[in-house]
């Protein structure tokens, strides 16, 4: 198995990369979110990786986080989801849109992605809502993140990626909202619906996500 590549990026492709790994050139697709944010030619990449393996083919697929790989794994499990609509839905959303949308149930979300019908867009979002909670926590490890959501006290919460401060907000309101006794569904909803409405900070999120769990007369 190959869970990480580091190396040169020595060509761009529409929906791939060539990379030099010690003078080994494996071809990796990826999103086109992905591709985009990749630095120029002849630059030093890592990517997080899932080796696909039929009787026939060998393809390498590419993240830029284990958050994305991971829900690209989800995605796939999906049926009538492939790889290649695994990458056009995280290349629309990104990860953590991936994850709101899910979160909210929001099926038009995930169709913004090319060649994704209705029918499959609903069955994404019913068949993922209940490991939106996990993934938002931000880990990448969806067992170890459920695990802190529900409050393990073995299971420390999971950190955030760095340098992401609206991810890390939401992981730490979602902690929170676990420890007031909050389901993780309801709580992962509340959140996505913060964060959309622009709460940004961990304050903030939990604030807002506070008022929408608060019980309506």
Not at 55 to 66: I, K, S
Not at 129 to 153: I, N, R, S, Y
Request: aromatic content about 4%; charged content about 20%.
């Amino acid at each position: 198995m190959i869970g990480r590549l580091t190396g040169r990026l020595d060509h761009r492709g529409p929906d791939h990369v060539l990379l030099d790994v010690g003078g080994v050139g494996y071809v990796v697709f990826c999103s086109d979110r992905t591709l985009a944010a990749l630095p120029p030619v002849k630059s030093p990449v890592a990517l997080w990786t899932e080796l696909l393996v039929r009787e026939d083919l060998l393809q390498l697929f590419g993240f830029l986080t284990m958050q994305e790989r991971e829900w690209h794994r989800l995605l796939t499990g999906v049926q009538g989801i492939g790889s290649k609509a695994s990458l056009a839905i995280l290349g629309a959303l990104g990860p953590d849109g991936v994850a709101r949308a899910i979160a909210l149930g929001d099926a038009n979300a995930v169709r913004a992605a090319p060649g994704v019908g209705p029918k499959i867009a609903a069955r994404v979002v019913n068949e993922l809502k209940g490991k939106a909670p996990a993934m938002m926590m931000g880990t990448g490890e969806p067992a170890m993140a459920a695990a802190a959501l529900a409050g393990d006290p073995l299971v420390e919460s999971p950190a955030a990626p760095p340098g992401d401060g609206a991810l890390a907000a939401q992981s730490e309101a979602l902690s929170a909202l676990a420890n007031l006794g909050y389901a993780p569904i309801d709580a992962a909803r509340a959140v996505a619906e913060a964060a959309g409405e622009g709460a940004k900070d961990t304050a903030a999120v939990i604030r807002a996500a506070l008022r929408k769990l608060a019980p309506r007369e």
